[in-house]
């Protein structure tokens, strides 16, 4: 995926002026590229729920395992345990990697608007 985002964002307008045949063709490739997006963060929607479980299980075993006369120290402990750090880190990146998804959709969606609004006012 972050490929195919750092090459659609070579697609982007630059300061150099664009004929309205070219302005179409983007706005139209920025249309697609936000429903390649679209899909990708679907799929890590779905990735993000297993890790979520996964983060889950982790967390309880953690917690039955746990050394500790209180429950902060026990939680502490838990949360020091490798196990559980790699599914916390495992959740954050697929909820960080569908907050750059989001964004890139934004950036996208704006280019494609402006490109089409170019694209009227060009003549």
Not at 6 to 20: A, C, H, M, R, Y
Not at 44 to 64: I, R, W
Not at 73 to 100: F, G, H, Q
Request: one cysteine or more; proline letters at 2%; aromatic letters at 6%.
């Amino acid at each position: 995926m972050d490929a195919f985002i750092t090459e659609s964002l070579e697609l982007l307008p630059t300061d150099k002026v664009l004929s309205q045949a070219e302005a179409q063709k983007r706005a139209s490739k920025f249309l697609t590229i936000v429903a390649i997006l679209a899909a990708g963060k679907h799929e890590l929607s779905n990735e993000k729920s297993k890790t979520q479980s996964l983060f889950s299980v982790a967390n309880h075993e953690a917690l039955q395992t746990a050394e500790g006369a209180t429950v902060g120290a026990r939680t502490a402990w838990a949360e020091a345990s490798a196990p559980y750090m790699a599914a916390r880190e495992a959740l954050e990146e697929v909820e960080n990697d569908i907050k750059y998804i989001h964004t890139m959709c934004e950036v996208f969606t704006n280019a494609h608007l402006l490109l089409r609004n170019m694209a009227k006012e060009t003549i």
